[in-house]
C-alpha cells in the first residue's frame, strides 16, 4: 500500500498545549495534505506541502516534510477545544495514478 | 460557493433497494471523487472523474454504480448491497487532478445503513 502509518493513532492534551501528529509513507511522492475531520463529517483541507518543502505554516499549524524518511509532522499550536477532531495525512505517489492516499489518522482530544 | 453538498444525510435501506447518493458542487472543479469510510478507518477510494469521465475505478463491487451526468454532479446508484456496506460515503471535488498539486473539498457524507 501507498501509505504507513500515522502516529500516535490518538492523543490527548490540555487546551493551550501542543498537539503534534506523525505521518509515514512508502512511495516518493508528488504531495502531501492534511486534512482534520470532525466527528463522523466532512473533511477539511488544512495543508498541502510539496515534495520540494520542508516546512510550511498556516496560522497556528507547522507542517514539515522530510522525503529522505518518508516522514511528515503537523504541529498544531496553542491547542483549542475546537481543535479535537480526527487528522489525517493524504499522499499523491508520483508514480501511478492520480490519486489521494489517507493514512491511517490520528484522533485529538483537547480537553478543556 | 465553496460547498460540495450531498443528499441525502443519512439513508437506510434494504438490501433489494436500489437508491442514489447525490453530489453537486458549482466549483467549477473538473474532478469529483467518492470514498468510503468505515467507523474509525481513513476514507477508502472508489472512483474518480476527470472532465465527467471515469478515470480510476479501484475495482469496486458492481453494486455500486458511478455516473456524471455533467461536470457539477455526481451520483453514486446502489443496488443489492450488503450489510458490510454501510459506512459513511463522502464525495469530494478538485479543481484538477491531484497531481496539479491541488486540495480536495469534502461534502458532509452520506451516512449509509444496509439492513
Known amino acids: 500500500s501507498q501509505q504507513g502509518e500515522e502516529d500516535p493513532q490518538a492523543l490527548s492534551i490540555q487546551e493551550g498545549e501542543n498537539a503534534t501528529m506523525n505521518c509515514s509513507y512508502k512511495t516518493s511522492i508528488n504531495n502531501l495534505q492534511w486534512y482534520r475531520q470532525n466527528s463522523g463529517r466532512g473533511l477539511v483541507h488544512l495543508i498541502l506541502?510539496?515534495?520540494?518543502?520542508r516546512e510550511k505554516h498556516s496560522g497556528r499549524l507547522r507542517v514539515t516534510l522530510d522525503t529522505s524518511k518518508k516522514s511528515s509532522s503537523l504541529l498544531i499550536t496553542a491547542s483549542r477545544a475546537a481543535d479535537t477532531a480526527s487528522y489525517f495525512c493524504a499522499t499523491d505517489a508520483i508514480q501511478g495514478a492520480q490519486k489521494l492516499v489517507f493514512g491511517q489518522g490520528t484522533r485529538l482530544t483537547i480537553n478543556p | 460557493d465553496t460547498e460540495v453538498t450531498q443528499t441525502p444525510k443519512h439513508l437506510v435501506m434494504g438490501m433489494t433497494n436500489k437508491k442514489s447518493l447525490k453530489c453537486e458542487q458549482h466549483m467549477g472543479h473538473r474532478a469529483m471523487y467518492w470514498y468510503k469510510q468505515k467507523a474509525k478507518k481513513p476514507p477508502e477510494l472508489m472512483f474518480v472523474y476527470s472532465y465527467e469521465k471515469l478515470s480510476i475505478n479501484e475495482s469496486v463491487p458492481s453494486r455500486f454504480s458511478p455516473e456524471c451526468p455533467n461536470s457539477s454532479l455526481l451520483n453514486l446508484h446502489l443496488h443489492a448491497l450488503q450489510p458490510e456496506d454501510s459506512a459513511l460515503y463522502l464525495c469530494?471535488?478538485?479543481?484538477?487532478?491531484?497531481?496539479?498539486?491541488?486540495?480536495?473539498?469534502f461534502g458532509q457524507g452520506t451516512r449509509l445503513t444496509v439492513v
Open positions: 506541502i510539496r515534495s520540494n518543502e
Open positions: 469530494a471535488s478538485s479543481q484538477g487532478l491531484i497531481r496539479g498539486n491541488t486540495e480536495a473539498f
